[in-house]
């Protein structure tokens, strides 16, 4: 049963409704697929920060992020991504971006981001952003 | 018919708060007829310029609150007005990190800021009082 939202602290905020950051892992052929579902700022970093980092790069082969439930990305966030592209780029593999919303993906681009991996929203166009 | 301004006032008392005071700025949007990107980017100004006051503000000192006033006017737009008594810090010197930098020679951080800057319609900082007042219009 899902508790109501009226606990309330003495300066009014609610603290019981965010639901945490998931990752979810599945590693295929070519590459390794990471699924971000929730909120990437400095406390969705905090929760899958290691985990994405150790995820991304312990296959050693490429990487392909769904962002289609990523509801929001921070500079902390975006940090995260770079940090794992660079370390993937070491053994001459590739990150990419899938599916990220409009505004996640303004945020990605007002970054640079698009410069330093591949953003694209078909899975069909998956296997040449990785070459 | 232009909507009436409205305000809402928030005090963060570090990272714990900023999660859901920003979430009830989403809702303070909403309510007001703010749309999905405007608020996104006023979401962002949140997060950055607490995050960067509460990372980087405090060196030693003692650590007061945030405040964060929310304004909507008019005309659709929104005023978000950050207060802390750190020492002075103007965010909006900090030099554009180069975005357009290859992948082994990009640095990872110093985005926040020009994110903000980039995707807002005007910024401004002012030392008022011994306390720092950044101010962003989404």
């Known amino acids: ?32 697929l990471v699924a971000l579902d929730g ?30 439930r990523l ?3 921070a500079s902390l966030g975006i940090g995260l991504l770079v940090t794992a592209a ?21 945020t990605l681009r007002t970054a640079g981001i698009h410069h330093l991996m591949p953003i694209v929203h078909d899975d069909a166009a998956v296997p040449a952003a990785l070459r | 018919m232009p909507r009436m301004p409205q305000r809402l006032e928030l005090t963060l008392h570090g990272f714990a708060d900023l999660e859901p005071a920003s979430r009830r700025v989403r809702e303070f949007l909403r309510e007001g007829g703010i749309d999905d990107r405007r608020s996104y980017h ?38 978000l007005t950050f207060a ?16 357009n930098a290859p992948l082994d020679e990009r640095k990872v951080g110093g985005l926040g800021v020009h994110l903000v800057r980039t995707l807002a319609r005007r910024v401004a900082y002012e030392r008022k009082g011994g306390r720092n007042e950044t101010r962003v219009w989404i």
């Open chain 2, 84 to 99: 802390d008594d750190e020492h002075e810090f103007d965010p909006w010197s900090l030099p554009a990190p180069d975005v």
């Open chain 1, 71 to 73: 509801s929001f990305v």
């Open chain 1, 86 to 106: 660079k370390a993937l780029s070491r053994s001459g593999h590739k990150l990419v971006l899938l599916r990220p919303s409009p505004a996640v993906e303004e």
């Open chain 2, 42 to 79: 006023a979401d962002l100004a949140i997060e950055e310029i607490v995050v960067n006051v509460l990372r980087h503000g405090a060196r030693g000192g003692p650590k007061g609150p945030i405040g964060l006033t929310v304004e909507l006017d008019a005309a659709d737009g929104v005023l």
């Open chain 1, 39 to 68: 909120r990437l700022d400095v406390e969705g970093v905090q929760q899958v920060g290691d985990a994405f980092s150790f995820q991304v790069t312990v296959g050693r082969k490429p990487a392909v992020v769904d962002c289609s």
């Open chain 1, 1 to 32: 049963m899902v508790p109501p939202r009226t606990s309330l602290e003495p300066h009014g905020f609610d603290r019981l409704a965010q639901e945490p950051m998931k990752i979810e892992c599945t590693s295929k052929d070519d590459f390794t």
